[in-house]
């Protein structure tokens, strides 16, 4: 379609980098080919980081993996910008010089 797409993601690995790793070899993929990418990228975001952390965890309990990652992901749509994030991860937007609140990240003492 007509339509300009960018996407970027940033993984923090934590007892190793096999999920991160991971994550950043196939998260992109899945939500390029989820079903819902052009009419609700957030939705297609969403399911993707689900999807990719069910293959992971299928094939950690395969291999006897015992990492994990967070992570936080960006997906600019023509002027949209959508923001998924896993964990304590974080992403910044700075607009005419000045910090703007994006996201509540997890915290321990959080529901």
Known sequence: DDVDRAYFAVFDG???????NYSATHLHVNVGLHEEIVKNPGEALK????????????????????????????????????????????????????????MEPHKPERE
Do not use: N, P, Y
Not at 14 to 20: E, I
Not at 80 to 102: F, N, Y
């Open 14 to 20: 934590h007892g190793g980098v096999d999920a991160a």
């Open 47 to 102: 399911c993707s980081f689900q999807k990719t952390d069910e293959m992971f965890l299928f094939k950690a309990k395969r291999e006897k993996l015992r990492s994990g990652t967070t992570g936080v992901s960006a997906l600019i749509v023509g002027s949209k910008l959508h923001i998924a994030w896993l964990g304590d991860s974080q992403v910044m937007l700075v607009q005419q010089g000045k910090a703007v609140t994006l």
